[in-house]
């Protein structure tokens, strides 16, 4: 048995506070012993309850806004010294056997970078959510039947397919642990540019000499609940941005697959945030100008870009809601609105 705590869990709160005590709380009742793990905590806000908690448990706290996921989450990293490293979204959780069988996987195969487990969706009451309510991309039946999968360091074909579309493993950091050198050097600058963590982590141990485990157990609590939906606008301008720099992080590693995959899911992005903003800007009240200037920008784009292009209401809804506020613009603004209205939580 090594001497010293084998893995790190950070926890990271970025301007949510409500369920951060579970997610410790979650981490601390580990079948693990305590001794074997360390726990930092990194948030943007200070709040005397969960404070006074954190202090009583001798878990160390940082206090950091910065609006950069992988740069923040890697200070926090400096703050451990454990060789491998998980990781916890504030609203998450961890069944209590989780470290603990994780870390039974990767000592048995010192040549893996990457563990990743299934989730378990609960509400946020933290009660189970039936699997037929749950979001596509937790529901990942292409384990079923099959079991863990192990992919050897030296036999990564097919993982692009594999992880982004097939078991869809690429989702929801508080699902991966991984050797700490995955966050060093070249790797870890990349890690430190993205806003989407879950991703990069995927992407770093693909193009890595390590190996993956891709886990069949449910052992992350996922909660879904109107506040975590992460398709707003903004947020779809990082997922086009952190897709093209993975992809480029891909191609400079020889993995065109990768690559490919990845620079598509960049390019299907950009074309939702440049609908949505045309749709926002709408919405606003925008000058016809501007208007009339986005939705030309977002017909080149479908020119440049046929795969993005279909016969579809989802590509071309900005674009009538463009023309329409051009000839009636009292009109495309209470219908954009209505439209808002029902696709918000």
Same mark, same amino acid.
């Given at each position: 048995?090594?001497?010293?705590?084998?893995? @790190?869990?950070?926890?990271?709160?970025?301007?949510?506070?409500?369920?951060?005590?579970?997610?410790?709380? +979650?981490?601390?009742?580990?079948?693990?012993? !305590?001794?074997?793990?360390?726990?930092?905590?990194?948030?943007?806000?200070?709040?005397?309850?969960?404070?006074?908690?954190?202090?009583?448990?001798?878990?160390?706290?940082?206090?950091?806004?910065?609006?950069?996921?992988?740069?923040?989450?890697?200070?926090?990293? @400096?703050?451990?010294?454990?060789?491998?490293?998980?990781?916890?979204?504030?609203?998450?959780?961890?069944?209590?056997?989780?470290?603990?069988?994780?870390?039974?996987? %990767?000592?048995?195969?010192?040549?893996?970078?990457?563990? #990743?487990?299934?989730?378990?969706?609960?509400?946020?009451?933290?009660?189970?959510?039936?699997?037929?309510?749950? #979001?596509?991309?937790?529901?990942?039946?292409? /384990?079923?039947? !099959?079991?863990?999968?192990?992919?050897?360091?030296?036999?990564?074909?097919?993982?692009?397919?594999?992880?982004?579309?097939?078991?869809?493993?690429?989702?929801?950091? +508080?699902?991966?642990?991984?050797?700490?050198?995955?966050?060093?050097?070249?790797?870890?600058?990349?890690?430190?540019?993205?806003? %989407?963590?879950?991703?990069?982590?995927?992407?770093?141990?693909?193009?890595?000499? /390590?190996?993956?485990?891709?886990?069949?157990?449910?052992?992350?609590?996922?909660?879904?609940?109107?506040?975590?939906?992460?398709?707003?606008?903004?947020?779809?301008?990082?997922?086009?941005?952190?897709?093209?720099?993975?992809?480029?992080?891909?191609? @400079?590693?020889?993995?065109?697959?990768?690559?490919?995959?990845?620079?598509?899911?960049?390019?299907?992005?950009?074309?939702?945030?440049?609908?949505?903003?045309?749709?926002?800007?709408?919405?606003?009240?925008?000058? #016809?100008?501007?208007?009339?200037?986005?939705?030309?920008?977002?017909?080149?784009?479908?020119?440049?870009?046929?795969?993005?292009?279909? %016969?579809?209401?989802?590509?071309?809804?900005?674009?009538?809601?463009?023309? +329409?506020?051009?000839?009636?613009?009292?009109?495309?603004?209470?219908?954009?609105? #209505?439209?808002?209205?029902? !696709?918000?939580?």
């Amino acid at each position: 048995m090594p001497e010293g705590p084998e893995v @790190a869990i950070v926890i990271g709160a970025y301007r949510r506070e409500r369920f951060l005590l579970s997610a410790v709380r +979650s981490v601390l009742a580990q079948t693990l012993p !305590r001794e074997r793990y360390e726990v930092v905590v990194t948030k943007s806000f200070a709040n005397p309850e969960i404070d006074r908690f954190l202090e009583q448990q001798r878990i160390p706290t940082l206090l950091d806004d910065d609006p950069r996921i992988g740069s923040w989450l890697l200070k926090a990293v @400096a703050a451990t010294h454990a060789p491998y490293l998980a990781f916890l979204d504030d609203d998450d959780e961890f069944e209590p056997e989780r470290l603990a069988h994780a870390l039974d996987v %990767l000592r048995a195969d010192p040549g893996l970078g990457f563990y #990743r487990n299934r989730v378990r969706v609960v509400d946020e009451h933290g009660d189970p959510v039936p699997p037929e309510k749950w #979001r596509f991309y937790a529901v990942d039946d292409y /384990f079923d039947g !099959r079991g863990p999968i192990p992919v050897p360091p030296r036999d990564k074909n097919g993982l692009a397919e594999l992880g982004l579309e097939r078991t869809r493993v690429s989702f929801n950091s +508080s699902t991966m642990i991984v050797r700490r050198e995955l966050l060093e050097g070249e790797l870890g600058a990349a890690f430190a540019r993205t806003q %989407l963590p879950d991703v990069a982590l995927f992407v770093l141990a693909a193009v890595s000499r /390590f190996g993956l485990y891709l886990d069949d157990r449910r052992l992350t609590r996922y909660r879904y609940y109107p506040e975590n939906v992460t398709n707003r606008v903004p947020w779809l301008q990082h997922a086009h941005e952190a897709y093209r720099d993975l992809a480029a992080l891909a191609q @400079a590693h020889a993995n065109p697959d990768l690559a490919g995959r990845l620079a598509r899911v960049s390019e299907h992005y950009d074309r939702v945030y440049r609908s949505g903003t045309i749709v926002e800007r709408v919405r606003a009240g925008a000058d #016809r100008r501007e208007v009339a200037r986005l939705a030309g920008e977002y017909l080149r784009f479908l020119g440049h870009h046929p795969a993005e292009r279909e %016969l579809s209401l989802e590509v071309w809804a900005a674009e009538m809601s463009a023309a +329409s506020y051009l000839l009636a613009p009292g009109v495309a603004r209470r219908m954009s609105t #209505r439209q808002a209205a029902r !696709r918000d939580p």
